[in-house]
């Protein structure tokens, strides 16, 4: 089993900046890849970015060049790095790691807002 725990959601302003982590506990050796999800109000939830083993990284089109996603083995925490926030950032954000064989783990989520 995995356990994944997110944190440093909040509030801020349009243009301003939050760096979200997703400390992961139990079986980490397994996980293959772990990703960040939203789901905005009203809607349902979306890909945002995914980091592998490897730290190969893909993001969706709305963030690419605004947030950055990375991984700290060590820590086994994985971090998304969100600047340039826009108010159509607000959402609640998740992480997901996948484990082959096993299935996918998600956390309780953060929520970031984004004022104009």
């Known amino acids: 089993q995995v356990q994944l725990v997110e944190s440093g959601g909040g509030l801020v302003q349009a243009g301003g900046s939050l760096r979200l982590s997703c400390a992961a506990s139990g079986s980490t050796f397994r996980i293959n890849t772990i990703g960040w999800y939203r789901r905005p109000p009203g809607n349902s939830r979306e890909f945002v970015a995914v980091i592998s083993r490897g730290s190969s990284t893909n993001y969706a089109d709305s963030v690419k060049g605004r947030f950055t996603i990375s991984r700290d083995n060590a820590k086994n925490t994985v971090y998304l790095q969100m600047n340039s926030l826009k108010p159509e950032d607000t959402a609640v954000y998740y992480c997901?790691?996948?484990?082959?064989?096993?299935?996918?783990?998600w956390g309780q989520g953060t929520q970031v807002t984004v004022s104009s």
């Open positions: 997901k790691a996948v484990v082959p064989g096993v299935g996918d783990f």
